[in-house]
């Protein structure tokens, strides 16, 4: 475990996003199939999110599934758009067990009807739980974010006025990239635009505490001037 003092001195972001990558490659390493990577890194992000909570995060939100996503084979879409719904039926006695709100960004229009029973009794279920909030982006795409946003605003746009209608709207201090690749996939382009990118070798399922802190630590060795140059 990592002791708390080792964080005492460390500025803490509020926002952290996590570009979930590598469930597929951990499983080839241990020679199982892409599923169990999926089930592993599922499991993983409670455990991830519990842990920021308990560092002081206030938000962590997370790439689950992408607008591109469904380019993918059916066997693995199938996979992953069924095994959340078996698992919040194997697990709903233990909701009232998460102390934290949990949200969903992303379209509703293209999830199987089952699941969208599902996010709404988590969302239901966790809303008054304040402190720390895990929001899950689940078909989010920041392309498709942006165009709906500005279609549903009048002339003249402000900043403002966008922002208001983002599916995300804080911005992001601390994005997170695992597995190795480095580049954002159409995630939170407009929240992360002055945010400090981290990127490791870890696959998803692999990542932990000490994962966490290790970025957590890169992030303070950045200064962040927002465009000036105090």
């Known amino acids: 475990m990592v002791s708390v003092i080792i964080l005492n001195n460390l500025k803490i972001p509020s926002h952290v996003a996590i570009i979930l990558d590598g469930n597929g490659r951990w499983a080839k390493k241990y020679?199982?199939?892409?599923?169990?990577?999926?089930?592993?890194?599922?499991?993983?992000?409670f455990s991830v999110a519990k842990i920021a909570k308990e560092l002081g995060i206030k938000k962590l939100t997370v790439y689950a599934f992408s607008t591109e996503n469904w380019k993918r084979p059916k066997e693995e879409i199938d996979y992953l758009m069924s095994k959340p719904i078996e698992m919040y039926h194997?697990?709903?006695?233990?909701?009232?067990?998460?102390?934290y709100k949990i949200t969903f960004a992303g379209r509703k229009d293209r999830l199987p009807h089952d699941l969208l029973v599902v996010i709404n009794q988590i969302v239901q279920a966790t809303k008054e739980n304040e402190g720390f909030e895990l929001c899950v982006a689940l078909d989010y795409g920041s392309y498709d974010e942006i165009i709906t946003a500005v279609n549903q605003l009048d002339k003249p746009i402000t900043k403002e006025a966008l922002e208001?209608?983002?599916?995300?709207?804080?911005?992001?201090?601390?994005?997170?990239?695992?597995?190795?690749?480095?580049?954002?996939?159409?995630?939170?382009?407009?929240?992360?635009?002055?945010?400090?990118?981290?990127?490791t070798k870890t696959h998803w399922p692999a990542f932990n505490k000490k994962e966490l802190v290790k970025a957590?630590?890169?992030?303070?060795?950045?200064?962040r001037r927002f465009g000036g140059l105090a």
Do not use: C
């Not at 194997?90 to 102390?99: L, S, T, Y």
């Open 90 to 99: 194997e697990n709903k006695h233990r909701i009232k067990e998460i102390d």
């Open 31 to 45: 020679g199982q199939p892409r599923s169990f990577g999926h089930l592993q890194g599922g499991k993983n992000l």
């Open 216 to 223: 957590i630590k890169n992030y303070n060795k950045r200064h």
């Open 164 to 199: 208001s209608k983002l599916m995300v709207k804080e911005p992001v201090d601390l994005l997170i990239r695992t597995s190795g690749e480095q580049r954002l996939s159409n995630f939170l382009l407009w929240q992360v635009s002055y945010a400090e990118f981290y990127f």
